[in-house]
Protein backbone atom coordinates (compact mmCIF):
# COMPACT_ATOMS: atom_id res chain seq x y z
CA UNK A 1 0.00 0.00 0.00
CA UNK A 2 1.30 3.44 -0.94
CA UNK A 3 2.28 6.36 1.12
CA UNK A 4 -0.43 8.49 0.89
CA UNK A 5 1.90 11.57 1.90
CA UNK A 6 4.07 10.66 -0.65
CA UNK A 7 1.92 12.62 -3.63
CA UNK A 8 2.13 15.05 -1.17
CA UNK A 9 5.76 15.95 -0.67
CA UNK A 10 6.25 15.42 -4.70
CA UNK A 11 3.60 18.28 -5.39
CA UNK A 12 5.36 20.51 -2.76
CA UNK A 13 4.00 23.80 -1.56
CA UNK A 14 0.53 24.99 -2.89
CA UNK A 15 -2.75 27.07 -1.81
CA UNK A 16 -3.54 24.09 0.54
CA UNK A 17 -0.15 22.34 1.57
CA UNK A 18 2.45 23.98 3.69
CA UNK A 19 5.72 22.43 4.74
CA UNK A 20 7.46 24.02 8.20
CA UNK A 21 11.17 22.25 9.32
CA UNK A 22 10.53 23.74 12.82
CA UNK A 23 7.77 24.25 14.81
CA UNK A 24 8.41 28.55 15.61
CA UNK A 25 6.02 31.80 16.11
CA UNK A 26 5.06 31.82 12.52
CA UNK A 27 3.10 28.16 12.48
CA UNK A 28 -0.25 29.41 14.23
CA UNK A 29 -0.28 32.21 11.85
CA UNK A 30 0.27 29.99 8.97
CA UNK A 31 -2.14 27.47 10.54
CA UNK A 32 -5.03 29.69 11.08
CA UNK A 33 -4.30 31.65 7.41
CA UNK A 34 -4.80 27.85 5.97
CA UNK A 35 -7.67 27.03 8.17
CA UNK A 36 -9.47 30.24 7.12
CA UNK A 37 -9.16 29.79 3.50
CA UNK A 38 -10.75 26.41 3.09
CA UNK A 39 -8.99 24.14 5.22
CA UNK A 40 -5.68 22.31 4.33
CA UNK A 41 -2.17 20.68 5.06
CA UNK A 42 0.81 21.44 7.09
CA UNK A 43 3.69 18.70 6.76
CA UNK A 44 6.16 19.53 10.21
CA UNK A 45 9.45 18.50 9.89
CA UNK A 46 9.58 18.80 6.08
CA UNK A 47 11.82 21.28 4.49
CA UNK A 48 10.54 23.62 1.98
CA UNK A 49 12.44 21.47 -0.76
CA UNK A 50 10.22 18.39 0.44
CA UNK A 51 12.96 16.87 2.64
CA UNK A 52 11.72 14.99 5.59
CA UNK A 53 14.26 16.46 8.44
CA UNK A 54 11.91 14.82 11.58
CA UNK A 55 11.08 17.43 14.74
CA UNK A 56 10.27 16.78 18.19
CA UNK A 57 6.12 17.29 17.91
CA UNK A 58 5.02 19.53 20.89
CA UNK A 59 1.69 18.23 20.41
CA UNK A 60 0.22 19.82 23.39
CA UNK A 61 1.65 23.00 23.28
CA UNK A 62 0.50 23.14 19.28
CA UNK A 63 -3.38 22.38 20.24
CA UNK A 64 -2.91 24.48 23.19
CA UNK A 65 -1.83 26.99 20.73
CA UNK A 66 -4.26 26.59 18.24
CA UNK A 67 -7.38 26.93 20.58
CA UNK A 68 -6.08 29.82 21.84
CA UNK A 69 -6.08 31.16 18.81
CA UNK A 70 -9.86 30.85 17.59
CA UNK A 71 -8.68 27.70 14.79
CA UNK A 72 -10.40 25.03 14.33
CA UNK A 73 -9.27 21.39 15.94
CA UNK A 74 -6.70 20.07 14.11
CA UNK A 75 -6.18 16.44 12.90
CA UNK A 76 -2.39 14.61 13.11
CA UNK A 77 -1.55 11.94 11.29
CA UNK A 78 1.42 10.30 12.02
CA UNK A 79 4.82 8.75 10.33
CA UNK A 80 8.41 9.47 10.18
CA UNK A 81 6.88 12.93 10.61
CA UNK A 82 3.54 14.35 11.50
CA UNK A 83 1.07 16.10 9.00
CA UNK A 84 -1.43 18.78 11.00
CA UNK A 85 -5.03 18.95 9.05
CA UNK A 86 -7.08 22.21 9.17
CA UNK A 87 -10.56 21.99 8.02
CA UNK A 88 -12.33 25.15 7.54
CA UNK A 89 -14.91 26.56 10.16
CA UNK A 90 -17.59 26.60 7.11
CA UNK A 91 -16.68 22.70 7.08
CA UNK A 92 -16.93 21.79 10.48
CA UNK A 93 -20.25 24.16 10.52
CA UNK A 94 -21.71 22.04 7.81
CA UNK A 95 -21.14 19.19 9.41
CA UNK A 96 -22.72 19.53 12.63
CA UNK A 97 -25.23 21.89 11.50
CA UNK A 98 -26.08 18.16 8.97
CA UNK A 99 -25.64 16.28 12.49
CA UNK A 100 -27.83 18.61 14.20
CA UNK A 101 -30.89 18.70 11.44
CA UNK A 102 -31.08 14.68 10.80
CA UNK A 103 -31.87 14.35 14.49
CA UNK A 104 -34.13 17.17 14.53
CA UNK A 105 -35.51 15.54 11.63
CA UNK A 106 -35.92 11.99 13.08
CA UNK A 107 -36.95 13.69 16.33
CA UNK A 108 -39.46 15.98 14.89
CA UNK A 109 -40.95 12.77 12.35
CA UNK A 110 -40.87 10.53 15.33
CA UNK A 111 -43.07 12.90 17.28
CA UNK A 112 -45.41 13.69 14.30
CA UNK A 113 -46.26 9.67 13.43
CA UNK A 114 -47.05 9.34 17.41
CA UNK A 115 -49.26 12.60 17.11
CA UNK A 116 -50.93 11.22 14.00
CA UNK A 117 -51.23 7.85 14.82
CA UNK A 118 -53.01 9.22 18.58
CA UNK A 119 -55.32 11.64 16.17
CA UNK A 120 -56.70 8.46 14.25
CA UNK A 121 -57.15 6.42 17.16
CA UNK A 122 -59.17 9.38 19.21
CA UNK A 123 -60.88 10.44 15.80
CA UNK A 124 -61.69 6.33 14.97
CA UNK A 125 -63.01 6.26 19.37
CA UNK A 126 -64.69 9.38 18.36
CA UNK A 127 -66.95 8.49 15.42
CA UNK A 128 -67.72 4.70 16.80
CA UNK A 129 -71.06 4.35 17.87
CA UNK A 130 -72.16 2.39 21.18
CA UNK A 131 -75.39 0.53 20.71
CA UNK A 132 -76.96 2.61 23.24
CA UNK A 133 -76.87 5.66 20.31
CA UNK A 134 -77.28 3.33 17.55
CA UNK A 135 -80.33 2.69 19.19
CA UNK A 136 -81.25 6.18 19.48
CA UNK A 137 -80.56 7.17 15.98
CA UNK A 138 -82.41 4.28 14.74
CA UNK A 139 -85.53 5.55 17.01
CA UNK A 140 -85.28 9.00 15.37
CA UNK A 141 -84.78 7.85 11.86
CA UNK A 142 -88.44 7.78 10.61
CA UNK A 143 -89.84 10.79 13.12
CA UNK A 144 -88.95 12.77 16.10
CA UNK A 145 -88.36 11.60 19.45
CA UNK A 146 -89.20 13.18 23.11
CA UNK A 147 -86.28 11.85 25.59
CA UNK A 148 -89.54 9.65 27.16
CA UNK A 149 -89.76 7.94 23.66
CA UNK A 150 -86.27 6.80 23.75
CA UNK A 151 -86.30 5.90 26.80
CA UNK A 152 -88.78 3.37 26.53
CA UNK A 153 -86.38 2.64 23.16
CA UNK A 154 -83.87 1.66 25.35
CA UNK A 155 -86.01 -0.14 28.12
CA UNK A 156 -85.10 2.64 30.71
CA UNK A 157 -87.30 3.66 33.22
CA UNK A 158 -85.10 6.92 34.25
CA UNK A 159 -82.64 9.16 32.57
CA UNK A 160 -79.69 6.90 33.49
CA UNK A 161 -76.18 7.87 32.71
CA UNK A 162 -75.51 5.95 29.79
CA UNK A 163 -78.74 7.39 28.07
CA UNK A 164 -77.28 11.43 29.33
CA UNK A 165 -73.74 10.63 27.91
CA UNK A 166 -75.04 8.86 24.94
CA UNK A 167 -77.34 11.76 23.63
CA UNK A 168 -74.80 14.47 24.74
CA UNK A 169 -72.04 12.60 22.67
CA UNK A 170 -74.38 12.49 20.02
CA UNK A 171 -76.14 16.24 20.03
CA UNK A 172 -72.62 17.84 21.25
CA UNK A 173 -70.04 15.93 20.16
CA UNK A 174 -71.00 14.11 17.06
CA UNK A 175 -73.72 16.59 15.88
CA UNK A 176 -75.73 13.34 15.06
CA UNK A 177 -78.77 14.60 16.79
CA UNK A 178 -80.49 17.73 17.48
CA UNK A 179 -82.66 19.29 19.69
CA UNK A 180 -86.22 20.82 17.96
CA UNK A 181 -85.89 23.27 20.88
CA UNK A 182 -82.57 24.14 20.93
CA UNK A 183 -83.04 27.62 23.51
CA UNK A 184 -85.49 25.34 25.46
CA UNK A 185 -83.46 21.75 27.07
CA UNK A 186 -85.73 21.26 29.22
CA UNK A 187 -88.52 21.50 28.10
CA UNK A 188 -91.23 18.79 28.59
CA UNK A 189 -91.72 19.31 25.20
CA UNK A 190 -88.67 18.82 23.75
CA UNK A 191 -87.97 16.43 20.77
CA UNK A 192 -84.76 15.15 18.44
CA UNK A 193 -84.27 14.66 14.83
CA UNK A 194 -81.88 13.33 13.19
CA UNK A 195 -79.29 16.14 11.13
CA UNK A 196 -77.83 15.56 7.84
CA UNK A 197 -74.76 14.13 9.06
CA UNK A 198 -76.49 11.59 11.08
CA UNK A 199 -78.75 10.61 8.12
CA UNK A 200 -76.05 9.55 6.29
CA UNK A 201 -74.04 7.86 9.33
CA UNK A 202 -77.25 5.44 9.40
CA UNK A 203 -77.24 4.88 5.51
CA UNK A 204 -73.52 3.76 5.90
CA UNK A 205 -74.12 1.36 8.57
CA UNK A 206 -77.16 0.35 6.12
CA UNK A 207 -80.08 1.40 8.62
CA UNK A 208 -81.32 4.08 6.53
CA UNK A 209 -83.51 3.39 4.18
Sequence with gaps: MSDPL??????????????????????????????NSGGGRILLGVADSGVIKGIDTGISRIRQTVAEHGCTELE????DFFTATFRSKT?????????VSEQVNEQVNEQVNE????????????????????KILGACREATR??????????YRTRTGNFKKAMSRLCDVLK???????????????????????????RQEGSDE
Design 6 to 35: TPLLQAGEGFHTEFKQSLDKSFVEEACAIA
Design 115 to 134: QVSEQDKAHDEANELTDTER
Design 91 to 99: QVAQDVTGE
Design 176 to 202: LLEPMLPDSARSKNQKYRLTDKGREIL
Design 76 to 79: LRFN
Design 146 to 155: SAPDLLEVLG
